[in-house]
C-alpha cells in the first residue's frame, strides 16, 4: 500500500502526544537549585545568574499575560514543557527534510516509524525529558538549538542567501539565551564552507551573517544594563556598566571551574558514558552506532556535521567541574538522535522485505523500554518538597527576621520566589553566605533589605576594597580578603541580633560556627529552632511553638530530597537533646515521637536511644 508522506501531518500528533506525556509529569511547584530564583527572575523582569539569560526572562514574562489558570510557578513550567515540545517539532521537521532527500526505502509507514521513533526517543531522553517538568534555561536552549539545526540544514540544502541570514538570527536568539550555543559554532562552518567555498563572495556573506548575528545579540542582551539601572530585586551582577555586564554575560565567576584539569576531564568523561545506557536505551544506542555508519555513507557532509556536534560538546563539556553537568550535553544527545534516525534508514533498507509489522513492534518495544527506563526518573509530578520546606521555615521565623544560610539549592533560591512573588514573609530576609563574597550582592541587599546593612558601612566598605582587585583579576591579598569577608559575617550577625532575630541554617553552623570560619558576639550562643538555629542570650531558653507542617516528599526521592529529609530528622533531634539539657524530658519525648513518625526506619542518636516514653 502505497502513502503520500507530505500529505501526513504526522508530526503535530505526535507532539501533542508528548505534550501530553510533559504535562503529566510537570513540577506542580519550585524545584530544587536555581527554579526559584529563575521564576522570580521571570515574574519581576530582573536578573539571573550568569550569563542573564535576557530572552528566557523576557519571554517567560511575557507567557505570565496569558490567562491561564495556575500559579505562577506552574504556569512557568508550562512553559518549559510548551519549549520541549516544539524542540521535539523541530526534530521532526528535520527529520523530514533529511528523509526526504537521503531515504532510501519505500516512503510507506515503515518510512513514518523511522522518523517518529527518534523523535520519541529523543523527547523521552532523560536530561531532555527533565528540561520540560520545571523552570530552566535549558528547556528554551532545546527549542533554539533546534530551531538553528533546522535553519543550518535548511540552508545547506537550498544554499540561499535568505536562509544562512535567517540561520544566523537564529543562532543570535539561541546565544542571548545560554552560551553552549557555541557548540555548533563548528558545525555550522562546515555546512557553510561545503557549499561555499573560500572566495570574496564568501566573505561578504560571512561579514553580514556576523553583523545581523552581532546586531540581534546586541539588542537583545541590552536589556540587562537597561534593566538593572532600575534595581530589580533580583539583579544578579549589576549589570549597569560596561565592566559588570561584561564580566555577566562571559560568566567569569564560573570560569574558574572550565578546563581546571585532566582528573576533572577525566571523571566528568566516565560520568557521560556511565549515564549513557540511562539516557538512551541499549537498543536505540546500537540504531545510533548503526545510523553514524550509515550517515557517512549517505552523506559525509552531515556525517561531518553531526559528528562534530556530538564530539564538540562532550570534549568542551567535561572539562567544566560542576555537578550537575548533564544539560551541557543536551546537543550530543541530538546528534545521536539523528543517528538513530540514520540508523533506521539503514535498518529498513537492508531488511527491505521485514513485514510492516515487524518496524512497528520493533518501534513500540525501542519506545516502551525507553519510556520506562526515565519515566520515574524525570517525574515531578508530586514534587512539592521544596516549597513545604521553604514555607515551612519562613513561617517559623519573625516577620523581621534575618536568615543567614547557603543553601542554595533547596531553600535560598525557592524563597526568592515565595517572597518577591507569592508575597509570602517578604519581610524575612534572607542572607546568602556564599554571594556575600561578590560586590554586586550588596547593591541588591541594600535595595531589597537596607536595614540589615546598617551600622556596616566600614566592614562592607573594606570588604569592596579588597574584593575589587580580585574580581578585576589583578593581584590581591588573599589572607586579607577572606579575613574581612569572616569579620564583615561576624558584624553582620552581631549588628543584627540587637534589632532583630537571626537564625543560621544547619550547614552555616556545622560548617562555619563550629568550625572557627565564624563568630558569635559574646554572651550569645544558638538554638536549635524549628530547621534552623536561633541566636539568643546564653542563659535564655528558646521557648519554641513551631508549627511542623507535613513536607511532602515524592514517591521517588533523589539526592536533593533525601538532604531536605536528613535536615529535618537532624533538626528534630537536636530539638530533642536540647530539651533534655534543658530538664524538659516531657518536650523532648515528643520530638522523640516526631522523629519516629517522620522516619520510623532511622535510627535514633545515642544520646536519646535510652529515653523511656
Known amino acids: ?3 503520500d508522506f507530505n500529505k501526513i501531518k504526522y508530526e503535530y500528533v505526535i507532539v501533542l502526544f508528548i505534550f501530553i506525556i510533559y504535562i503529566l509529569t510537570l513540577a506542580p511547584s519550585v524545584v530544587q537549585i536555581d527554579s526559584g530564583e529563575l521564576a522570580t527572575v521571570q515574574a519581576t523582569l530582573g536578573i539571573a545568574h550568569p550569563t542573564g539569560y535576557p530572552l528566557f526572562t523576557l519571554l517567560g514574562h511575557l507567557f505570565l499575560f496569558l490567562p491561564l489558570p495556575f500559579s505562577t510557578i506552574k504556569n512557568l513550567n508550562l512553559l518549559n514543557a510548551i519549549y520541549c515540545a516544539l524542540a521535539i517539532l523541530l526534530f521532526l521537521k528535520t527529520a523530514k527534510l533529511l528523509t526526504e532527500k537521503y531515504w532510501t526505502g519505500n516512503k510507506n509507514f515503515a518510512f513514518l516509524a523511522g522518523i517518529v521513533t527518534p523523535a520519541i526517543l529523543l523527547a523521552t531522553n532523560k536530561t531532555f525529558w527533565e528540561q520540560s517538568t520545571s523552570v530552566e534555561v535549558y528547556s528554551l536552549h532545546l527549542f533554539l538549538i533546534s530551531l538553528t539545526v533546522y535553519f543550518l540544514i535548511k540552508s545547506y540544502f537550498s544554499n540561499s542567501y535568505k536562509d544562512w541570514i535567517a540561520a544566523s538570527v537564529i543562532l543570535a536568539f539561541s546565544f542571548t539565551n545560554h552560551m553552549s550555543t557555541l557548540f555548533l559554532l563548528p558545525g555550522f562552518a562546515i555546512l557553510f564552507f561545503a557549499n561555499n567555498k573560500f572566495s570574496k563572495n564568501t566573505l561578504k556573506t560571512l561579514a553580514k551573517m556576523l553583523i545581523v548575528f552581532i546586531s540581534v545579540w546586541l539588542i537583545i542582551y541590552l536589556y540587562l544594563p537597561v534593566r538593572a539601572s532600575d534595581n530589580p530585586v533580583m539583579n544578579w551582577g549589576n549589570p549597569v556598566n560596561f565592566k559588570n555586564f561584561f564580566r555577566h554575560i562571559t560568566g567569569k565567576q564560573y570560569q574558574v571551574w572550565f578546563f581546571s584539569s585532566a582528573e576533572v576531564a577525566k571523571t566528568q568523561f566516565s560520568r557521560y558514558l556511565s549515564s549513557l545506557p540511562s539516557e538512551f536505551n541499549i537498543l536505540a544506542l546500537l540504531t545510533a552506532v548503526c545510523g553514524m555508519i550509515a550517515s557517512y555513507k549517505i552523506s559525509r557532509v552531515l556525517f561531518f556535521f553531526f559528528i562534530t556536534n556530538f564530539l564538540f560538546t562532550i570534549l568542551y563539556s567535561i572539562n567544566y567541574s560542576i555537578h550537575d553537568i548533564d544539560t551541557y550535553f543536551l546537543l550530543s544527545y541530538i546528534s545521536i538522535a539523528f543517528f ?15 513485514p510492516l509489522a515487524f518496524w512497528i513492534s520493533f518501534s513500540l518495544v525501542i519506545i516502551i523500554i525507553q519510556f520506562n527506563l526515565n519515566y520515574q526518573k524525570v517525574n515531578k509530578s508530586d514534587l512539592y518538597t521544596f516549597e513545604d520546606y521553604t514555607k515551612n521555615i519562613l513561617d517559623n521565623v519573625e516577620n523581621n527576621a534575618l536568615i543567614i544560610s547557603y543553601q542554595w539549592d533547596y531553600f535560598v533560591s525557592p524563597s526568592y520566589y515565595f517572597r518577591f512573588v507569592e508575597n509570602h514573609k517578604k519581610g524575612v530576609a534572607v542572607v ?14 541594600k535595595n531589597n533589605y537596607p536595614e540589615i546593612l546598617s551600622g556596616l558601612t566600614f566592614e562592607v ?21 577572606d579575613q574581612s569577608y569572616r569579620q564583615l559575617i561576624d558584624q553582620l550577625i552581631a549588628e543584627n541580633i540587637k534589632k532583630r532575630p537571626v537564625y543560621l541554617s544547619p550547614e552555616m553552623v556545622e560548617n562555619e560556627l563550629r568550625n572557627g570560619v565564624i563568630k558569635l558576639p559574646p554572651g550569645y550562643t544558638i538554638a536549635p529552632h524549628h530547621y534552623l538555629y536561633k541566636i539568643l542570650k546564653a542563659n535564655k531558653y528558646d521557648s519554641l511553638h513551631a508549627n511542623y507542617t507535613n513536607i511532602r516528599f515524592p514517591k521517588h526521592p533523589d539526592s536533593y530530597t533525601t538532604f531536605v529529609h536528613n535536615i529535618i530528622y537532624s533538626m528534630l533531634a537536636n530539638r530533642a537533646i536540647y530539651e533534655m539539657r534543658n530538664g524538659n524530658n516531657t518536650a523532648a519525648d515528643s520530638y522523640i515521637k516526631k522523629m519516629k513518625m517522620f522516619d520510623p526506619q532511622k535510627r535514633l542518636p545515642p544520646q536519646l536511644i535510652n529515653r523511656n516514653f
Open 1 to 3: 500500500m502505497k502513502f
Open 340 to 354: 538513530i534516525l540514520f540508523g533506521f534508514n539503514e535498518l529498513i533498507n537492508k531488511f527491505s522485505k521485514a
Open 432 to 445: 546568602d553566605k556564599e554571594l556575600l563574597r561578590r560586590s554586586w550582592y550588596y547593591n541588591q541587599l
Open 461 to 481: 566598605n573594606r570588604f569592596l576594597k579588597l574584593v575589587k582587585p580580585f574580581e578585576e583579576d589583578k593581584k590581591f591579598n588573599a589572607a586579607e580578603l
